[in-house]
Structure formats: structure tokens, C-alpha cells
Nanobody
Framework: QVQLVESGGGLVQAGGSLRLSCAAS????????MGWFRQPPGKEREFVAA????????DYADSVKGRFTISRDNAKNTVYLRMNSLKPEDTAVYYC????????????????????????WGQGTLVTVSS
């Protein structure tokens, strides 16, 4: 089973940028759909972005479309989340997750998360956006 480790979180001013990384162990990383989720303080975890195993299909929550970009480098076993134009409401713990189901697409990662069907989660990285 793949293991995930996030990095890149921190404190940033509103309007700033951060890039999160999620490093995966395991030789089958390239076959996993990957997603980013976040949990704001006092709220439930929510879908942010996802990418299929080929890297050719992505999906985003409406709240981050046009500001965040998910990408992956299968040679480095890493998935990234580039976050631009950050807002205070983006403050959250950000988690990456993996799904080995070959039928899971970028568009269904959020559904799979609600079904508690994702294979692995990272420990999370805190992003704090100050106003």
C-alpha cells in the first residue's frame, strides 16, 4: 500500500502563493488517482482537487478553480498543489489521498472520499493565510 507524506504548508499573506507536495512510496504510484482535500478549523473535510493516474484529467472544487493547480510527476512519485491568490478562507490542514481503484477518475475522487473508499492518506500539512 502506498504511503503519503505532505510538505510545503506554512503561513502566507492573502494574495500569496504556496506549493504543496505529496511524496508517495511504492512502485505502483503511477497507477493511483490522487487528490487533495482540506479541513478548515472547526469544519468538515472537503474536496479540493484531483488528478487521474495518467495526469491527463483533473477536477477542482468551485472555490479553488482558476487559483489552484494539481499536477503529478510519476517519475518522482509526487503530486503537487500549486495555490495562487490565496484567501483567508483557504486556511486549513491539507491532506493528499490516493486511490488504486482503476475506475476512479479525477471527477469521482470526491465521491470516493465521502464513501471512505480511498486507499491512503497523508498526515496533513497546515496552510494559514493571514488577511
Amino acid at each position: 500500500q502506498v504511503q503519503l507524506v505532505e510538505s510545503g504548508g506554512g503561513l502566507v499573506q492573502a494574495g500569496g502563493s504556496l506549493r504543496l507536495s505529496c511524496a508517495a512510496s511504492g512502485r505502483t504510484f503511477s497507477r493511483y488517482a490522487m487528490g487533495w482535500f482540506r479541513q478548515p478549523p472547526g469544519k468538515e473535510r472537503e474536496f479540493v482537487a484531483a488528478i487521474d493516474w495518467t495526469g491527463g484529467s483533473t477536477d477542482y472544487a468551485d472555490s479553488v478553480k482558476g487559483r489552484f493547480t494539481i499536477s503529478r510527476d510519476n517519475a518522482k512519485n509526487t503530486v503537487y498543489l500549486r495555490m495562487n491568490s490565496l484567501k483567508p478562507e483557504d486556511t486549513a490542514v491539507y491532506y493528499c489521498a490516493a486511490d488504486s481503484n482503476p475506475f476512479t477518475t479525477a471527477q469521482t475522487m470526491g465521491v470516493m472520499e465521502k464513501l471512505a473508499a480511498l486507499d491512503a492518506w497523508g498526515q496533513g500539512t497546515l496552510v494559514t493565510v493571514s488577511s
